[in-house]
Structure formats: C-alpha cells, structure tokens
C-alpha cells in the first residue's frame, strides 16, 4: 500500500541523463467526457517530436489505449517513438512492426455482456481495444458498483485482468504491465545507462512509477495528491508541457 506525501515538483532535468515514458490521458492531453473526445494540439505533436531527437531516442509513450488508438490521435508523430499500449501488453519500436500479441476470442464476450448489461443508457461507454474492452461511467458514476461487479464476474469466467481506471474499469490480458514495460525497455538501448522517469496521472502508472524507482529513477505524479509510489508531482497537463519543454 503506498503512502501519500507531500511531493515536490520536480527539478528540470538534463535531458542526456535520462530515458522518459510518458502516460498519454491525463498526463499529456487533459480528460474528456467520452474517450474519443481526446484532442492531440499541433503543439503535443510538435513536442514530442522535439523531445524523441534531444533524448535520442530514449522516450516512450507507455499507455493504457491501444497501439492503433494513440496511432489515430496523435498521427505521424509517433513513428518517432516508441509506442507501449494495453498498459503494456504491445509494444512497438520505429521502423519495426509491432509484434502480433493474440487477441483473446474472450474479449468479444465480455464487449457484448457490458453492452446487454446497459443497453438504453447512453451515458455509459463500451470501448473496444486491441487487447482489452473498457466500460466508461464517467457519465453516470452512479454505475461504478455495478460496472464493478460486472467486471469482476466477468474476469473470473475468462481469465482477464481487471484493471481499475478513472470513472472505468476495463478487461484486459494478463501478464503485462506498465512497470513490465519499462522494464523491458530499460534492459536495452537506447534507454538502459539512463535514468528512468516516468510520468502519470492514473492507478495503472503506479506500475510504472514503481518500476522507475526500483531502476534508480523516479516517478511524476501528474493531478491531486494521493497515496503514491511517485517521487513528485506536477499539478496538470499543462505544468507537464511547460516540464518537459524545459527539458
Ligand atoms: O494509460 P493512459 O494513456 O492514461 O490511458 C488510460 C485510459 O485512458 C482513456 O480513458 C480515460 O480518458 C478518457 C478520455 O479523456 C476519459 O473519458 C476516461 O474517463 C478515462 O478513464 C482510455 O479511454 C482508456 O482506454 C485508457 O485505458
């Protein structure tokens, strides 16, 4: 269980020492009422791809969408990057194709009991991934425990990973997370020699502040105080642009 501190913002970084992992929603680009509400500015798009030629390389986008998703959001941008999604679960490096990871047949299931379960409420969201189907309440919160238990049920009966996010909870394969990710990055170039940083606003970054720590690195906590395994903390999406222009 982790303890909340009072994290300081963090000092501007040399950018030669470190490899950067970036959460997207909520870190990079604020928060929207439904996930395809996301708007990628020319200015993320125009710093990121600053950012992949001063680190050489060393930068990762480490999200909790799919590949294809962040591919369709943020466009050509992020052939210079390499691109984690599934919270973990696909990994891709530029100018190599992601490697296949089998779609669980089971995913279909659970897309069609959470669209049976609230047929007739437009407020919530079923969002299909490559390797995961998320159920948004952000537009009726009263759904949580219902969308819960669902998830629960549902993961037990297919062997998913139910994992806990902002107003969602999605179904998603096992054996990979965040933290996984870094980690695997990490034991190779261009990141390993480098300080790890990893910043996140949600529950799944925790993997990955953790993981970054454990390297020698540290974890950005982006949005309210809470109980953490970060190291600091920036108030929002926009003292994360104004973070990482400085690098
Ligand atoms: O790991 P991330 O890149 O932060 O992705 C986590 C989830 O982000 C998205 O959901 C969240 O953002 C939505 C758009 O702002 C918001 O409506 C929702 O309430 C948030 O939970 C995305 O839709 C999920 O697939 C990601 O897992």
Not at 27 to 35: D, F, I, K, S, W
Not at 133 to 144: S, T
Not at 145 to 165: D, E, N, S
Request: aromatic share 4%; hydrophobic share 50%; glycine share 10%.
């Amino acid at each position: 269980m982790h303890q909340q501190r009072t994290l300081a913002v963090p000092p501007a970084l040399d950018s030669r020492d470190i490899s950067l992992f970036l959460d997207f929603d909520g870190t990079l680009v604020g928060l929207a009422e439904r996930p395809d509400g996301v708007v990628v500015d020319p200015a993320l798009t125009a710093l990121l791809r600053r950012l992949a030629e001063r680190l050489g390389g060393r930068l990762a986008l480490i999200s909790g969408r799919s590949i294809a998703q962040l591919d369709t959001l943020i466009g050509p941008a992020t052939a210079a990057i390499v691109v984690v999604g599934s919270h973990g679960a696909e990994s891709r490096r530029p100018g190599v194709p992601a490697a296949a990871v089998a779609r669980p047949v089971a995913l279909d299931a659970v897309e069609a009991a959470f669209r049976r379960a609230f047929v007739g409420n437009a407020a919530i969201v079923v969002e299909a991934k490559s390797l995961g189907v998320a159920l948004h309440y952000r537009g009726d919160p009263a759904a949580e425990t219902a969308a819960a238990a669902l998830a629960g049920q549902l993961a037990a009966v297919h062997g998913l990973h139910v994992q806990k996010g902002k107003m969602v909870v999605e179904l998603r394969v096992a054996g990979a997370d965040k933290g996984s990710a870094i980690a695997a990055l990490m034991a190779g170039p261009p990141f390993a020699g480098h300080r790890p940083v990893f910043l996140g606003d949600d529950v799944t970054d925790e993997a990955g502040f953790a993981r970054c720590v454990a390297l020698g690195g540290g974890g950005i906590l982006v949005g309210p105080a809470r109980p953490t395994a970060a190291t600091a903390r920036l108030a929002d999406v926009a003292a994360v642009r104004a973070w990482l222009a400085a690098l």
